[in-house]
């Protein structure tokens, strides 16, 4: 039973981005092309359409009973033009002025293709046809996705967290009962809470799915060290309904992200060692996208002084792949993503991870390390590197003599008076200041007279970094 929406709800679909489970179509759209969207939809994580707004926007609207034939036609599609058909449902809705013919495709455990032969799947916000190949593995991992569908007996409406499902109704303007909600959403199936259900809305979701939650654990240096030099400083499990787990493992992380000293020009900055999109996104992703068919292990976030890792139980889900994971998307969770967007946790368009390693590189981070091993997807974010290398740090200089001596590793020298106008300083300052680092052995001074200047001494690592 699908949501009956409002002009509010519909004004809310129409102002954001088409995306991953969103596509607006023209009122003259013909229903080959109106299939192809259903098939791609029901392949990949269900989606909704609303026909009658055209390309720039402009609300054509279509009439239920002036445009009867046409809407045939269109509602005709799911069957005339798919194979096998394409369940859907659909309503009118008033918006502007006119009648929005609203479609709703849920996600189907089968794979449909076109009369034209051809296999579409939604990626980002794209219908894409497969190859064969891929066919094949969307297929396999239908078969696996079916299982966040399945009912968790003795999981009822009685254990479902009514203010958990009140906030979700105010994220999006409902003004439905509870059990409605969860109805519409296909997360109660009669009376039982599907597995979905049970892990977005249940008040104890450990009850039925056991270890379905978050291990956290913080190693103080970059190895686990075991037996006395045991490094573990602190561990913790997570357990918690998903819109709610997602938030208390984003801020346990959070308490142990460092800011790094940075230097901008020659201004020091400071910033998080890893972007906030990078981290919290590799987060939820393991979250919404893990298999929960694999019980009695949970998600684990390791942190060590250099890097952060999150290894999420099952493998790359459908045509994603180590190599493709920028640009490809598959939902093994539909139902899961579909509510946790409405907490704005994951963006609508997908592309999340492309952000993700355009972000790090944007920090001068080295890319995110993807492995799928074993039935295990482990990502990996790398801390940028402070400023000042410890070695350095520990030398005890002054914040002028830190940001010369990284200058200095990406221009070849510098004099004296150079030295005075970059820092304001008097002649006395940057003569002491200098010296300093030369007696440190950091820089060599060259030449004499006016033709004085100083530069770093070859054979110095320090400001390898």
Known sequence: ????????????????????????????????????????????????????????????????????????????????????????????????????????????????????????????????????????????????????????????????????????????????????????????????????GVLLFAREPARWMPRAGVDFLKFEGATVELGEAFNLVKREELTAPLPRLVRRTWDLVGTFVRTRRRLRGLEMIEQPEYPDFAWREVIVNAIAHRDYSITGTAIQVRMFDDRLEVESPGGLPGIVTVENIRYRHFSRNPHIVGVLKAWRYMEELGFGIDRVFREMEAVGAPPPLITDEGGVVTVTLYAIEPVIPADVARLGLNERQAKVLLLLTEREKITNREYRELFSVSNATAYADLTELMEKDLIERIGIGRGVFYRLIKRNNLMQT
């Open 1 to 196: 039973m699908v949501e009956l929406l409002r002009e509010r709800e519909v004004a809310y679909l129409v102002t954001g981005p088409e995306g991953q489970t969103l596509e607006l179509k023209s009122a003259r759209i013909h229903p080959r092309d109106l299939a192809t969207t259903l098939i791609a939809f029901a392949n990949a994580d269900g989606g909704r359409l609303l026909v009658g707004i055209e390309d720039d926007g402009t609300v054509s609207g279509l009439d239920p009973i002036a445009d009867r034939e046409q809407v045939e036609r269109l509602l005709r599609a799911a069957y005339e033009y798919c194979t096998p058909s394409v369940q859907i449902e659909y309503q009118f809705v008033p918006y502007q002025g006119r009648q929005v013919l609203v479609v709703d495709v849920p996600v189907s455990t089968r794979v449909h293709s076109h009369t034209n032969g051809r296999v579409y799947l939604r990626v980002l916000d794209r219908d894409q046809p497969l190859s064969a190949d891929e066919t094949l593995r969307v297929a396999f991992a239908k078969g696996q996705a079916s299982y966040e569908t399945q009912p968790v007996r003795g999981a009822t409406l009685e254990d479902v967290d009514q203010e958990l499902v009140e906030e979700y109704a105010r994220l999006r303007g409902l003004d439905q009962p509870a059990e409605r909600i969860l109805r519409g959403l296909n997360l109660l199936v009669e009376d039982t809470l599907t597995v979905a």
